[in-house]
C-alpha cells in the first residue's frame, strides 16, 4: 500500500497520485510562463485515438489582458475562490479527427476521453512541480464559447485553476472545512472483470 497526503491507497501505486489534489485556497504567487508551458507540455503527451490530440487550452496568467475575461466565465461559486489562482485554463476539444489516409475530418467519439487524458497529464505536472491544478465544471458555458472564440465543430470540456496551495483560512468560512484532500471509492464499486 501506498501512503501520502494522509491518504492511502489499496494497492502499490506511485505516491504523485495520491499527492495530487485539488485544494481551493491559493496564494496567488506569479506563475511563469515557462512553468505553464511545462504543464502544457506534459499534457501533449497523453494518448489519444489515432493520435489526433483534439485539446486545445485557452488561458491566462493572474493580473494579465486575460485575466477577468477568463475568471468572468467561471460561476459565481467558483470566482469566490479561483480569483487568488495564479492561471486560469479552460480546456476545448475537437468533436473531429483526420484519419491517416483520409481527406474528410471524420466524427471523434473519444474527443473528451482524449482529452481528459491530457488534462490528468497536465494536472500530475502542476502536482510534480508543486503547483495545484483544480478543475471545474461550474462555469458560464454559453458565454465561454462566444467569449473564448470557439469554432463550431469544438466542445468547451471544463475550466482549472491552478496555483500555490495556500492556508484554507484564505477561503469563506463555509468552504474551509472541505479543504482536504478528498477520498476516493474501493475498486469493488467500480471495476468488474467480464461484463458490467
Known sequence: MTTANSRTADHPIEKIFLERWSPRAFTGEE???????????????APSS????????????RDNAHWDK?????????????????????????????????????????????????????????????????GMAGIEWDRAYTALKVPAGYQVEAAV???RQGPKTLLPE???????PSPRKPLSDFVSEGSF
Do not use: C
Request: aromatic share 14%.
Open 31 to 45: 506563475i511563469s510562463e515557462a512553468t505553464l508551458r511545462t504543464m502544457f507540455e506534459a499534457a501533449r503527451w
Open 50 to 61: 489515432y493520435n489526433s490530440q483534439p485539446w486545445r487550452f485557452i488561458y491566462a496568467r
Open 70 to 134: 477568463l475568471l468572468g466565465l467561471l460561476n459565481e461559486f467558483n470566482r469566490s475562490w479561483a480569483k487568488t489562482a495564479s492561471a486560469l485554463v479552460f480546456i476545448v476539444s475537437s468533436e473531429t479527427m483526420s484519419l491517416p489516409g483520409k481527406d474528410t475530418p471524420v466524427p471523434s467519439r473519444t474527443h473528451s476521453f482524449d482529452t481528459g487524458a491530457a488534462w490528468a497529464y497536465l494536472a500530475l505536472q502542476a502536482a510534480y512541480m508543486g503547483w495545484h491544478a483544480h
Open 161 to 163: 485553476a491552478i496555483g
Open 174 to 180: 463555509a468552504l474551509q472545512a472541505r479543504e482536504v
